[in-house]
C-alpha cells in the first residue's frame, strides 16, 4: 500500500517523463497516494517536478503541495501565476490554505486573494491569516458543523447535510446559539440514534472543551493530548465559535516541539534536517561550537592558573577530560528531566524541594562513582592513595554542583519565559566543564597545598 | 474548562475528604474532567486517592484508571477485587482493558478475565492479549463498524446502529466481504448524503489504507502521520479485518518515542520523570555515568602517555578540556541529525555520499573556529604562536574525525537493527573524547616533536 521509494523508482520516473511518456506517467502516479508523490517529487529535479505538477489534478496537486518540503513548495509556486495558485488553494481547507498563502511575498499575497474564486472561502484565509502562527487561531480551520439550539433534530440532520459538502472530515457538530456562542456539542453517533422529531436542545451535549483563540499551540496540543480529542473549537473572548483545530495539526506541533527540544539539547538551533545545505546546516550548528571554544578559552585559563601544581602533582592534569566529562553529563541528564516535566506540567512542589532532591540524588550517585573512581585509580591507573582520595571527593563535589546547575537553570530560564530546553545541550556541558575544573582543582589545591 | 491542580486545591480535597464531606467532594468532581481528577489522585495520599476512586462511578473510575501514573493504578488496583477490577474492563475500549489487564499478575488476570460480564468484550480482549505490546495488534482495539459489501445502504444504517452502540467514536466504516477480508471503506459523511436505497459495493470506496497486525507501531504512527489518517484497519495476513489503531494511541507513541529519543540523547536509560523515586532515577542515570567515567580512565592513561611533552610544553595540557568539549559538542550534533534523519525515514542516498557531506561540512566549520581559536589563543590566552597553529590544525582534524564518528554509529547500529538514539550522547561524547585527546597529541607530537 505503501509506495517504497528508491533510486530505482525514482530513475524509472525520470525516464517517464524525459520520454514524454505522459499518459504512463499518469496511469503509475494514479495509484500512488499524494503524501508519496510529494516525497518523489522532493527527489526529482525541478523541472521533473514541475512537469508532474503540472499534469495532475489540482484536487490532487493542493494536497502534494502540503506535503512538499518548503523549498520545492517555494520553487513550484514561483513558476505559478496567482491565478493557479488561487485554483490550488480553493481545493484545500482553510487553515492549510493559510498555511501556504502566508509563505509568499506581500505583493503575490495579494494578487492570490483576489483571484479567489469562492467569496466565503477568501474571506474566511484573510479571517486566519491575522492570527499569529503559534497560537489557535494560527492553527484552526474553519470548516466546521454548527447548528442552532433551537433548531428540531430534523432541521439539523437537513443542514448538516448542506455544511458537510464544504467539511472533508466531520469531527464533531457544534451548537450555538443565536449569537453564535458556543453552547455544546452533538455526536454524529448521537445524531444517528436519535429520531428526528426531537429538539437540538434536548439532545446536545452541554459539557464542550473548547480554547481561546489566543492560547499558544503548544498549550493547545497538550489539552488536546490530555483530554483525548480529536477536535477542539475555537473561541473569541466573549464564546463565539471562530472555527476549529484537528488532532493532525496539533500532531505537527507535537512532532515539531519534540524535534526542536531534541535538536537544542545536541546544540543545533533552528529547524534543520540531514538533507539541508551545508550553510544551513553550519548556521544551525556553528554558533554553540563558538560558544564550547569560548568555554573552552576560560577552561584553558582556569587550568592555566593552577599551573603551580604542575612540578609536584603534574598527575591531576591528566584527570581534566574525567572530571569535565562527568560534569557535562550529570548536568544534561538533570536537565533533560527538568526540561521534560515542564514540558509535560509534571513539575510541581517548590524549587527548594526540587532542588534539595536532586542534591540527595547526585550525592547519592556521587558517592557511588567516588568508589569507582578510587578503585580505578588504584588498579587501572596506578596512581597514588592521595590523588585518588583527592579526585574522588573533588568528583563527588563537582557532581552535586553540575547537577544543581542542571536543575536550576532551567527552572530558572522558564520562570523567565525563556525556552528551558535552551539550557540543555552546550550551554550546559560547557559552563560545567568551567565549573567542574574550578572546582576539582580548588579542591585540589586544599587537600595537597599546592 | 481546564482544572488547575495547585496546593491549594490538593489541600482542600484532602480536607473534604478527612472530614467526610462525601457530597460536597461529588459535587465539585462532577466538574472536573477524568483525565484532571487522575492528576489529583496522583497527588494524593493513596488512602485518600482510593477514597475518592471508591465513591465514583465506575463509568468515570474506568476512565481514571487510564490516565493514572503507572505506580498510583497498581496501588488502586491491588486494593479491588478481581470482580471489581473486571467491572472496570466492562466499561472500557478493549484496547485500553488490554492495556490495563497485562499490568496484573498472571493469576489475577486470569481471575480478572473469568469475571467480566460481556462474553463478547472478554473474548476480544482474550484475542488481543497473545499480541505483542509494539506492534500494530498491541495498539489496535476490536471496536470498529463493519459492513458488508453485498448489502444495502439501509440494512447498513440499521446494523450500524447497533454496533455504534459498543463504539465511542465513529471514524470510518469498514467494508469487508463474507470471508471477512477488507475490501474499502465508507466515510460516514457519504452515507448521510446517499440515498437509502443504493447498494454499499456501489458507493464504497475501494482504497483503504491498513496495517499488518505485525507491524511495529512506531510504523503504524510514522504511516498514520504521513498519511493524515485518523483511523487506520488492521488487517492478518490473509487480509482479514481485526480491529482498527486510533489516532490518540498512536500519539502516544509518538510521544514516548520522542521522549525515550531525548533521555537516551541525555544519557537517561528506562523512561523515568523528575517525581520518580531517587532509586528509579539512579537506575536510570549511573550506567551512562559510569561509562563515561571508564571512558575517563582511559583519557587519563591517553593523556599521560604524552607525558613527555610537559616539559617543554605545558600549555599544551591547559588545551585538552576545550579539545574533548569540541569533539563531543560536533559529535553529538552529527548523531543528533542523523537519528533525527532516520526516525523520520529522511536519510536517503548512499552512506559514503552523506559521510562526505558530513566531512565537507565540518572540515567547513572547523576551518572557521580554528581562525577563531587562533585568535583567541593570540588576543585572549597569549600563547605562542606555533602553540596557536598546533592546537588549530589539531582542532580541524578532531572537528573532522568527531563528526565523521557521529555520523557513522548511528548508521551502523540502525543498520543492525540497535536503536541508533543510543549512539547520541554519553556513548558519543565519551568515544569522541577519547580519540579527539589521542589525535589532539598526536598532532602536536608531529608538529613540536616531543
Given at each position: 500500500m505503501e509506495f517504497k521509494?528508491?533510486?530505482?523508482?525514482?530513475?524509472?520516473?525520470?525516464?517517464?517523463?524525459?520520454?514524454?511518456?505522459?499518459?504512463?506517467?499518469?496511469?503509475?502516479?494514479?495509484?500512488?497516494?499524494?503524501?508519496?508523490?510529494?516525497?518523489?517529487?522532493?527527489?526529482?529535479?525541478?523541472?521533473?517536478?514541475?512537469?508532474?505538477?503540472?499534469?495532475?489534478?489540482?484536487?490532487?496537486?493542493?494536497?502534494?503541495?502540503?506535503?512538499?518540503?518548503?523549498?520545492?513548495?517555494?520553487?513550484?509556486?514561483?513558476?505559478?501565476?496567482?491565478?493557479?495558485?488561487?485554483?490550488?488553494?480553493?481545493?484545500?481547507?482553510?487553515?492549510?490554505?493559510?498555511?501556504?498563502?502566508?509563505?509568499?511575498?506581500?505583493?503575490?499575497?495579494?494578487?492570490?486573494?483576489?483571484?479567489?474564486?469562492?467569496?466565503?472561502?477568501?474571506?474566511?484565509?484573510?479571517?486566519?491569516?491575522?492570527?499569529?502562527?503559534?497560537?489557535?487561531?494560527?492553527?484552526?480551520?474553519?470548516?466546521?458543523?454548527?447548528?442552532?439550539?433551537?433548531?428540531?433534530?430534523?432541521?439539523?440532520?437537513?443542514?448538516?447535510?448542506?455544511?458537510?459538502?464544504?467539511?472533508?472530515?466531520?469531527?464533531?457538530?457544534?451548537?450555538?446559539?443565536?449569537?453564535?456562542?458556543?453552547?455544546?456539542?452533538l455526536s454524529l453517533k448521537?445524531?444517528?440514534?436519535?429520531?428526528?422529531?426531537?429538539?437540538?436542545?434536548?439532545?446536545?451535549?452541554?459539557?464542550?472543551?473548547?480554547?481561546?483563540?489566543?492560547?499558544?499551540?503548544?498549550?493547545?496540543?497538550?489539552?488536546?493530548?490530555?483530554?483525548?480529542?480529536?477536535?477542539?473549537?475555537?473561541?473569541?473572548?466573549?464564546?463565539?465559535?471562530?472555527?476549529?483545530?484537528?488532532?493532525?495539526?496539533?500532531?505537527?506541533?507535537?512532532?515539531?516541539?519534540?524535534?526542536?527540544?531534541?535538536?537544542?539539547?545536541?546544540?543545533?538551533?533552528?529547524?534543520?534536517?540531514?538533507?539541508?545545505?551545508?550553510?544551513?546546516?553550519?548556521?544551525?550548528?556553528?554558533?554553540?561550537?563558538?560558544?564550547?571554544?569560548?568555554?573552552?578559552?576560560?577552561?584553558?585559563?582556569v587550568t592555566r592558573s593552577?599551573?603551580?601544581?604542575?612540578?609536584?602533582?603534574?598527575?591531576?592534569?591528566?584527570?581534566?577530560?574525567?572530571?569535565?566529562?562527568?560534569?557535562?553529563?550529570?548536568?544534561?541528564?538533570?536537565?533533560?528531566?527538568?526540561?521534560?516535566?515542564?514540558?509535560?506540567?509534571?513539575?510541581?512542589?517548590?524549587?527548594?524541594?526540587?532542588?534539595?532532591?536532586?542534591?540527595?540524588?547526585?550525592?547519592?550517585?556521587?558517592?557511588?562513582?567516588?568508589?569507582?573512581?578510587?578503585?580505578?585509580?588504584?588498579?587501572?591507573?596506578?596512581?597514588?592513595?592521595?590523588?585518588?582520595?583527592?579526585?574522588?571527593?573533588?568528583?563527588?563535589?563537582?557532581?552535586?554542583?553540575?547537577?544543581?546547575?542542571?536543575?536550576?537553570?532551567?527552572?530558572?530560564?522558564?520562570?523567565?519565559?525563556?525556552?528551558?530546553?535552551?539550557?540543555?545541550?552546550?550551554?550546559?556541558?560547557?559552563?560545567?566543564?568551567?565549573?567542574?575544573?574550578?572546582?576539582?582543582?580548588?579542591?585540589?589545591?586544599?587537600?595537597?597545598?599546592?
Open positions: 521509494i528508491s533510486k530505482e523508482s525514482i530513475q524509472e520516473i525520470e525516464n517517464l517523463i524525459s520520454e514524454g511518456r505522459e499518459q504512463e506517467l499518469l496511469d503509475q502516479l494514479k495509484e500512488i497516494h499524494y503524501a508519496d508523490i510529494a516525497e518523489i517529487m522532493n527527489e526529482l529535479s525541478q523541472e521533473s517536478a514541475s512537469y508532474i505538477f503540472n499534469i495532475l489534478d489540482s484536487e490532487v496537486t493542493s494536497e502534494i503541495l502540503l506535503e512538499l518540503d518548503e523549498e520545492v513548495r517555494e520553487k513550484i509556486l514561483s513558476n505559478l501565476s496567482a491565478k493557479e495558485i488561487a485554483e490550488e488553494l480553493d481545493e484545500l481547507d482553510t487553515d492549510d490554505a493559510v498555511d501556504i498563502i502566508s509563505e509568499l511575498s506581500a505583493d503575490k499575497k495579494q494578487e492570490v486573494i483576489s483571484e479567489l474564486e469562492d467569496l466565503e472561502h477568501a474571506k474566511d484565509i484573510v479571517d486566519l491569516l491575522r492570527y499569529d502562527e503559534d497560537t489557535a487561531g494560527g492553527l484552526m480551520g474553519k470548516e466546521l458543523v454548527s447548528v442552532n439550539e433551537n433548531w428540531s433534530v430534523l432541521t439539523c440532520v437537513k443542514e448538516m447535510r448542506k455544511q458537510a459538502e464544504h467539511v472533508s472530515r466531520v469531527h464533531s457538530i457544534y451548537v450555538v446559539d443565536d449569537e453564535n456562542r458556543l453552547k455544546g456539542r448521537d445524531l444517528l440514534t436519535t429520531s428526528t422529531t426531537s429538539h437540538i436542545s434536548d439532545v446536545y451535549i452541554p459539557k464542550v472543551d473548547s480554547v481561546n483563540v489566543n492560547t499558544k499551540d503548544v498549550e493547545v496540543a497538550r489539552i488536546m493530548q490530555k483530554y483525548d480529542l480529536e477536535a477542539i473549537p475555537v473561541v473569541d473572548e466573549m464564546g463565539r465559535l471562530l472555527g476549529r483545530i484537528t488532532i493532525d495539526d496539533v500532531l505537527d506541533v507535537i512532532k515539531e516541539e519534540a524535534d526542536k527540544d531534541y535538536q537544542l539539547a545536541a546544540g543545533i538551533s533552528q529547524d534543520v534536517e540531514a538533507n539541508d545545505s551545508i550553510l544551513v546546516l553550519t548556521r544551525a550548528r556553528i554558533p554553540w561550537l563558538i560558544l564550547a571554544m569560548i568555554g573552552g578559552f576560560v577552561a584553558v585559563n593552577f599551573e603551580g601544581a604542575m612540578e609536584k602533582f603534574r598527575i591531576l592534569f591528566f584527570f581534566t577530560p574525567l572530571i569535565a566529562a562527568m560534569a557535562g553529563n550529570v548536568g544534561v541528564q538533570s536537565s533533560a528531566i527538568i526540561v521534560q516535566g515542564l514540558a509535560n506540567n509534571t513539575i510541581t512542589g517548590s524549587i527548594w524541594r526540587r532542588l534539595l532532591k536532586e542534591v540527595t540524588l547526585s550525592l547519592f550517585n556521587g558517592f557511588l562513582l567516588a568508589i569507582l573512581l578510587m578503585l580505578g585509580s588504584h588498579f587501572l591507573l596506578n596512581v597514588d592513595y592521595i590523588i585518588g582520595i583527592t579526585v574522588s571527593i573533588a568528583l563527588i563535589s563537582v557532581i552535586v554542583i553540575a547537577s544543581l546547575i542542571g536543575t536550576f537553570v532551567p527552572i530558572l530560564l522558564n520562570k523567565y519565559g525563556i525556552d528551558p530546553a535552551l539550557a540543555t545541550g552546550p550551554f550546559i556541558t560547557t559552563s560545567n566543564d568551567i565549573f567542574g575544573i574550578l572546582i576539582y582543582f580548588s579542591i585540589a589545591k586544599v587537600i595537597l597545598g599546592f
